[in-house]
């Protein structure tokens, strides 16, 4: 019985979703911003059951010993410092909050995001292996690329660069387009399957 | 009432009332097709990930990228592969970790992977604190990840749904932990770093049917079908519209929003 009042609530809200996007009136207007407050509403207290579940996860670890707990010890004392700190000084300019943001989180995240160049060369590496005629033809449609659109590009031939932007607006824009076509199709049969309760995974 | 509808937008609901018309119909007269379906390396492979996972004694890390949050068809798509994937590995005994950036995710996950489990008749090997919320923002994301995959040695690493910049971070990480890497994204930018760095990638709508090949609903394998003729209705549009053109016809102002 729940599980039905969940696909017809599904049901219906998913048909709204559709139908206020193509019908503008003060009313669907109306129920359009309020289901987004909802949603609002359920994801703060996502966030907050997800906070709880963080801490209590990392200070199981804490508690008994764990190999690596004083990871999860730095996490829990990060939480816990962001927390107060907003709560106390709020989250200006000048707040610690903000110099823990700029000091602590985004470099860290820098630190994270150039880890990519060099994951870059590795999986680079493998993927341009030429053990195959494929393989060799995406080698060198890459060193093309590659070449064509650096400075070299121009200092090797005037031609390399219109090669490799060619290459680019051409033969991958086609393959981009023909996924995307398909994912859209994907989205839409996939869509009208939750909305119709015919995939009900995520009751 | 006041009804402001352009004329692009009657013609993309249109399209809208044509592409779920197709659908429908397909999924309605379901019990009359049997189709042979083309087989996916990358879905046949999840059956041999949970069984090398079992084998090993080591869980699986299953996780949806940082890219979509629970609205987006892709996050639904591959948590319907979720279901399919937790019923294996609480049929073989073998833990799933979820980590993920969104809590509503969690949430959900948390609620696939109790029932996959009491549906099995492994409720006890459910453990709440292997679903995961590690953080919102994207590199806190994919750090979390990396540890995790990191210190648990996966014996299967499953990367489905909206990747963004992270995608290669956790690819490099599972392929050095010599985890089986099962990958599928919307994503065409990040799909060049799947294929070159996981062992399957289910490439684009390959995710959305993934349900379809796993599922023994025939509703859920018409739905596929009907993708199919609208591709075909796509490709067919694709070399007529071009040459209308050239003949002076300007149909695409009258088809295309």
Known sequence: MTARIAAAVAFLAGLFMAAQYFVKTDFTNLVYRSILDYYQIIFAVTMLI?????????????????????????????VIFMIVAAAVSGTGVDSPYQWAFNNLQAPMQATMFSLLAFFVASAAYRGFRIRSRPAFVLALTAIIVLVGRSAFGDMISDRL?????????????????????GVGLGSVATALRVILGIERSYM | MNLNVSQSMLILLCWVLLSSGVVIFFTVRSSRWQRQLRLIPGLKAIEEAVGRST??????????????????????????LLKFIAAKA?????????????????????????????????SDLFRDSDVVFVS?????????????VARSQPGALFLLGTF??????????????????IAGTDSTIQLAFFIVACDYTLIGEELYTASAYLSDDKR????????????????????VLPVAALLGLNWHRILLP
């Open chain 2, 136 to 148: 919102p923002s994207q590199f806190g994301y994919a750090a979390g990840v990396d540890g995790i």
């Open chain 1, 161 to 181: 660069p219109e090669l490799a932007g060619w290459v680019f607006n051409n033969p991958s824009s086609a393959a981009k387009r023909g996924i995307l076509i």
């Open chain 1, 50 to 78: 997800g906070g709880v579940s963080l801490i209590k996860h990392h200070s199981a670890r804490i508690t008994i010993r764990r190999e690596g707990m004083i990871y999860s010890a730095i996490t829990v004392a990060g």
């Open chain 2, 90 to 122: 609480a049929a073989y005994g073998t833990r799933i970790i979820f980590p993920t950036h969104d809590p509503v995710i969690a949430e959900t996950a948390r609620e696939i992977l109790k029932v996959a489990y009491a549906e099995q008749g492994h």
């Open chain 2, 220 to 239: 859920i394998k018409a739905s596929m079908l009907a993708q199919d003729t609208l591709r075909l209705l796509m490709l067919i549009l694709l070399l």
């Open chain 2, 55 to 80: 084998e090993l004694g080591k869980p699986m890390v299953f996780t949806t990228g940082w890219g979509g949050d629970i609205q987006r068809p892709t996050t639904l798509a591959a948590l319907n």
């Open chain 2, 164 to 181: 963004e910049g992270e995608a290669l971070i956790l690819a490099e990480t599972g392929n050095m932990s010599g985890a089986l890497q």
